[in-house]
């Protein structure tokens, strides 16, 4: 276990609906990082936020959403959702954002969407 | 921009037979690297990381050299075991003021008996 929980594990949905995902960090841990991992693309970054503000922008749709709760737990938005979203998305966490070629990301197991 | 290359999968291994996962990398600055695995239906964890040239990262056997002559980290295993089949991915921090991890697109070892 790595401390970082993603839910639901799996779901199944169909094209045009809105789906959430949640996150919670490992304790202490200030960032929460969403990575999309799919067959054709691999892992590509979303975005991260720490403390509750968003810190970078990757390669994140404008039907994605995500926000950091005060209590640090991370929500991930997806809508109008099509047959190319079927994925696996990944939260992670970090103690902290600030430039550090140390910091280490702690992966969650990961939410696997399937859009039919 | 950014970016990680990896070696062409799966590669298929008999148990106690040398690894080596080629890994090489493009980033302007000086940036870190990292090993993640990932285990069948699980997450990426941490493998090893190197911060700076010539650093060698190591964990459970495996090793990794940060060449920035050659901007290459390869992975390396002496003698690897059935339990070492995962999915492997190299990935570089740009170290350009926030954190983020830029992967590869992930090598699948398949270790036979």
């Known amino acids: 276990d790595s401390g970082v929980t993603q839910t639901p594990k799996h779901l199944i949905t169909a094209t045009g609906q809105r789906v959430t995902l949640r996150c919670s960090p490992r304790s202490g841990d200030l960032s929460v990082y969403w990575y999309q991992q799919s067959l054709d693309q691999g892992l590509q970054f979303l975005i991260q936020?720490?403390?509750?503000?968003?810190?970078a922008k990757g390669n994140i749709l404008e039907r994605f959403s995500a926000q950091q709760f005060p209590d640090l737990h991370s929500e991930l938005n997806l809508s109008s959702l099509e047959l190319g979203d079927s994925a696996l998305y990944f939260c992670?966490?970090?103690?902290?954002?600030?430039?550090?070629?140390?910091?280490?990301?702690?992966f969650g197991a990961g939410s696997r969407l399937t859009v039919l | 921009g950014d970016s990680v290359t990896q070696m062409e999968g799966p590669v298929t291994l008999s148990e106690e037979a040398f690894l080596t996962i080629n890994c090489t990398y493009t980033a302007t600055g000086y940036p870190s690297l990292f090993w993640y695995v990932q285990y069948p239906g699980e997450g990426l964890q941490l493998l090893l990381k190197?911060?700076?040239?010539?650093d060698k990262g190591s964990n459970k056997g495996f090793e990794a050299t940060y060449r920035k002559e050659t901007t290459s980290f390869h992975l390396e295993k002496g003698s690897v075991q059935v339990s070492d089949s995962a999915v492997y991915f190299c990935a570089l921090n740009p170290n350009t003021g926030f954190q983020k991890l830029v992967f590869g697109t992930g090598t699948r070892l398949l270790v036979s008996p």
């Open positions: 992670a966490s970090s103690v902290q954002s600030a430039y550090s070629g140390a910091n280490v990301l702690t």
């Open positions: 190197a911060t700076k040239a010539d």
């Open positions: 936020y720490y403390n509750g503000e968003e810190r």
